[in-house]
């Protein structure tokens, strides 16, 4: 069992893994080592998400996930095959971990008076500045 957060638990025999050869660090094992590992999260068919949860992914994850409501997580940064998978794993937990947070609504605040008065008289000070520039008057 993977825990992402306190309430929700996914099984491992829910994810599945596909290897490929890397780019990357290896030397001539690159060409010969299948060491990149894709992790995939049906989101769709998950039994572990409620719908609440199955849509917030969806919403926020939209990118990483395909039309077939597949979550895609990429690790390639290790030589070991081994390796890749715990960064893959970890960073499946986070991304959803991250997605199902939910963002506390912002409360909006209202500009200080001395700050206003601060940015009036900038304009005011600038809208001189400006008026200088013309050119000088003629003297008759």
């Known amino acids: 069992?993977?825990?992402?957060?306190?309430?929700?638990?996914?099984?491992?025999?829910?994810l599945r893994f596909t290897t490929s050869r890397s780019s990357g660090p290896g030397g001539q094992n690159v060409n010969k080592v299948e060491t990149?590992?894709?992790?995939?999260?049906?989101?769709?068919?998950?039994?572990s998400l409620n719908e609440a949860q199955r849509q917030r992914l969806r919403e926020v994850l939209r990118s990483r996930i395909t039309r077939a409501g597949v979550l895609r997580v990429v690790?390639?940064?290790?030589?070991t095959q081994a390796a890749n998978q715990r960064t893959a794993v970890e960073r499946f937990v986070e991304l959803v971990r991250d997605a199902l947070a939910e963002i506390p609504p912002r409360v909006p605040t209202s500009l200080p008076r001395a700050a206003r008065r601060r940015r009036l008289e900038a304009k005011r000070r600038q809208g001189r500045?400006?008026?200088q520039r013309g050119r000088p008057p003629v003297d008759e």
């Open 75 to 79: 690790a390639q940064v290790h030589r």
């Open 36 to 47: 990149r590992v894709t992790l995939l999260f049906d989101v769709t068919g998950s039994p």
């Open 129 to 131: 500045l400006k008026q």
């Open 1 to 14: 069992m993977i825990e992402v957060t306190p309430e929700l638990s996914i099984p491992e025999s829910e």
